[in-house]
């Protein structure tokens, strides 16, 4: 008999959607009133048998509460104006404005790298950011002892017996070897990601940042072809007429190994303090594939040659941007990152 009101009055409760303030002060005065439905059957529990008392007594006390908590919700839904057809709608204010978010700095100077090149025919491919001491290194021709591998430069995560040391990689040269252990020549493609180096972060230097790395092997793939394409990328990136040099370097990959220096894009090459007075700005690294690299990854270096080079993004940006603190890239600054609206989304 109790037990057949109590699930017809829940039943009741779960259905009821008031539509106004007086319609809740109704379910209160019916349920949970002074001379309302739960008093009475606290009333009637009274008078049943012992046995029934202990069901009946949780079941009641649990309607009681689920009256009381429906309660506090409509009634709290009418306090802060949620529904209701007898509120003080104002259905002429304006709507609430909502702000766009912006593509990081870093994000669409990438994209716009990545556009440039693939006018050139490049493909993008990817690899991981953990990697194995032969993809980081070995692979790329570095010696045992070079001071690349050094607990400062890198971030190793463990020492693998079978696989040599695993870290965080240094730099994306390590999907270069990825992508030629994994397929045929010719290859020519850019790889965009995020690189660690264990260095104090400061104003210049920061334990993650970011590269593009390039690679391009074809049988007859010569340095000419090399400083064309950089040449092509700078004027697309900044401007025509921008110049630049190639200075003699060392990377254990690539010979020879070159470093390209583009004019200030701050002053014009007139000296200023982001080319430090002297009118050029190293951008990246490059060279001739070594043969020692092809023939780690399998590829007959008697028949393919092939060019790559490796360029930070923060640092195009900086020059783009003229951003001089490499911090502000990884601070989440809304008011640095909202300056970068663009037309892309
Ligand atoms: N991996 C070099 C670095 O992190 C950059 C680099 C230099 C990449 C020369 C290359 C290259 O592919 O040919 O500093």
Redesign the pocket.
């Known amino acids: 008999m109790m037990q057949d009101k109590i699930n017809q009055y829940t039943a009741e409760i779960s259905a009821f959607e008031p539509r106004s303030a007086a319609e809740t002060e109704a379910f209160r005065i019916k349920f949970l009133g002074t001379k309302g439905i739960i008093k009475d059957l606290f009333d009637e529990f009274k008078a049943v048998s012992p046995e029934e008392k202990r069901v009946l007594g949780k079941v009641l006390n649990d309607f009681k509460k689920l009256a009381e908590e429906k309660y506090q919700i409509v009634k709290e839904q009418f306090e802060s104006g949620d529904a209701g057809a007898d509120q003080n709608l104002d259905l002429s204010l304006p709507g609430e404005g909502f702000e766009l978010g912006s593509r990081h700095p870093l994000s669409l100077v990438r994209r716009e790298i990545v556009e440039i090149f693939k006018k050139l025919g490049f493909t993008v491919a990817e690899g991981p950011e953990i990697e194995d001491d032969w993809h980081n290194f070995s692979a790329l021709n570095f010696p045992e002892e070079h001071p690349a591998r050094d607990m400062q430069d890198t971030f190793f995560i463990n020492k693998d017996a079978v696989n040599g040391d695993i870290a965080l990689r240094?730099?994306?040269?390590s999907v270069?070897v990825r992508m030629m252990e994994n397929g045929k020549p010719p290859f020519r493609a850019i790889m965009p990601g995020r690189?660690y180096r264990n260095e104090a972060i400061s104003a210049r230097a920061h334990c993650f940042f970011h590269?593009v790395?390039?690679?391009y092997v074809d049988e007859n793939v010569s340095f000419a072809d090399l400083k064309q394409t950089l040449f092509y990328f700078v004027q697309e990136m900044y401007g025509e007429g921008t110049k630049v040099r190639f200075r003699p370097s060392y990377?254990p990959?690539?010979e020879p190994?070159a470093e390209m220096d583009i004019s200030c894009t701050i002053c014009g090459g007139t000296g200023c303090p982001m080319c430090k007075g002297s009118g050029w700005v190293e951008i990246?690294?490059?060279?001739m594939?070594d043969p020692n690299v092809l023939e780690n990854c399998g590829i007959d270096s008697q028949k393919y040659t092939g060019?790559?080079?490796?360029?930070g993004i923060e640092r195009i940006t900086n020059l783009k941007y003229e951003i001089k603190d490499l911090r502000l890239f990884s601070e989440n600054d809304v008011r640095f990152l909202k300056q970068f609206q663009s037309e892309v989304i």
């Open positions: 240094t730099h994306t040269s270069q690189v590269q790395e390039g690679l990377f990959f690539t190994s990246l690294g490059c060279g594939v060019f790559a080079f490796g360029m």
